[in-house]
């Protein structure tokens, strides 16, 4: 089973399993970089997984299944380009011969979904939309601080060598955020490092993993004592809780 980011549009990804033979894709914002892809490979496109409403996600979907009839799965709540299978929380989809746990992630949109397949060849497949960033986290459009925080923290008890493909490469701007947040994090200042290395060759940093995330991510690390100084320091006078840390950091990395 081959794994790949798909790029479109200036920063997304969509990315896309397959095995020689059948395909999947995960928030296909657009179609003909999928459709070329599909065309080279010489791959027929079975199962289309959504995360979340957002154009950039979804707006691909209706060509991509008249062009090839594959089957369509999102959020159970969420407006979404009809018809699809609607699934939440604790739903499975199976595909692509994985077992797909869905886990509910509402923050960055009200209803938003991220997929989880524990036994994947090599490791653990977490496909989580704009939930969770490399060394950031989505913005909160429809969702409050503690939702989100507990999304979160939901993603962050997956196993450490869990694949996390997230559907934009924003690594660089958030890990200069990160930094500010905890300048003396030495993991994070390597990965920085080597994260600027692959974007200079115009590599994706993704995917990330759930053990580097907690290492790195200051959205994971609400209650480490770095961040809670610098969110105080940014924010004096706020509660050092970690709802709280995290609503600092989040409005603190918007105008950052
Ligand atoms: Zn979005
Ligand atoms: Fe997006």
Redesign the pocket.
């Known amino acids: 089973m081959h794994l790949t980011p798909i790029p479109a549009f200036s920063d997304n990804y969509i990315w896309a399993l397959h095995d020689g033979e059948r395909a999947l894709v995960v928030d296909p914002g657009e179609s003909e970089g999928v459709v070329a892809w599909l065309r080279r490979q010489n791959l027929r496109l079975e199962t289309i997984l959504i995360t979340?409403h957002?154009p950039?996600?979804t707006g691909g979907v209706a060509a991509l299944r008249e062009a090839t009839g594959a089957q369509v799965t999102g959020p159970a709540r969420e407006r979404m380009p009809e018809p699809l299978r609607r699934v939440g929380g604790g739903d499975e989809v199976n595909a692509m011969g994985l077992r797909f746990e869905v886990i509910d992630v509402p923050g960055?949109?009200a209803g938003h979904i991220a997929y989880y397949a524990a036994h994947a060849e090599g490791a653990p497949l977490l496909f989580c939309?704009?939930t969770l960033f490399s060394g950031g986290c989505?913005r909160l459009f429809e969702g409050t601080p503690a939702q989100m925080l507990d999304s979160l923290s939901r993603l962050a008890t997956l196993p450490d060598d869990t694949r996390v493909c997230c559907t934009h490469e924003y690594t660089l701007s958030n890990l200069r955020f990160a930094r500010a947040v905890e300048p003396h994090n030495a993991d994070l200042a390597a990965y920085q490092r080597s994260c600027e290395a692959l974007r200079a060759q115009n590599f994706p940093t993704l995917p990330s993993s759930i053990g580097l995330e907690k290492r790195i991510n200051p959205f994971l690390r609400a209650t480490q004592a770095e961040v809670v100084r610098s969110a105080q320091a940014h924010a004096p006078g706020q509660p050092t809780d970690a709802v709280s840390v995290f609503a600092t950091l989040r409005e603190w990395k918007n105008v950052f």
């Open positions: 979340h957002h950039d996600h960055h949109t939309g704009d989505g």
